[in-house]
């Protein structure tokens, strides 16, 4: 009850570079699809599923380099179900070797602290200002 049925948010750096996040629980499956363009190239990712949790999923991802588009092919199925295995997996090998896990707390924080900046923004009915 307190996710926004359509949400979307500009972020801007302070490099010049911005993020355009878009989230609607307006519709039918649940998709998720990210686009990055920079100066050298882009890459495009997608998932879509019956369910959140489904264990049949479409996915895939492609970069282009500038000049040439690359398909990246998968050995398994990905999504939340299988991914929630490998984060586990990964959490307990880290703890055993002392490796610093591949998200770290700071990580963690930023995406919080985004979304209540996005939730701020709203509530103002106004560009908010992120104090990091």
Excluded: M
């Amino acid at each position: 009850p307190d996710l926004h049925e359509n949400f979307t948010a500009l972020v801007d750096c302070a490099d010049g570079a911005y993020a355009v996040v878009t989230q609607t629980l307006a519709a039918f499956e649940h998709h998720q699809t990210v686009k990055v363009t920079g100066t050298r190239g882009a890459a495009w990712a997608w998932w879509s599923g019956a369910l959140d949790r489904t264990l049949h999923p479409t996915f895939g991802l492609k970069w282009f380099d500038g000049e040439t588009v690359h398909v990246e092919t998968f050995d398994r199925p990905t999504g939340e179900v299988f991914e929630l295995d490998d984060q586990l997996t990964a959490f307990v090998e880290s703890i055993r070797t002392g490796q610093p896990p591949a998200a770290t707390g700071h990580d963690g924080r930023w995406s919080v602290a985004l979304c209540l900046w996005a939730e701020a923004s709203i509530a103002a009915g106004e560009r908010v200002a992120c104090q990091w």
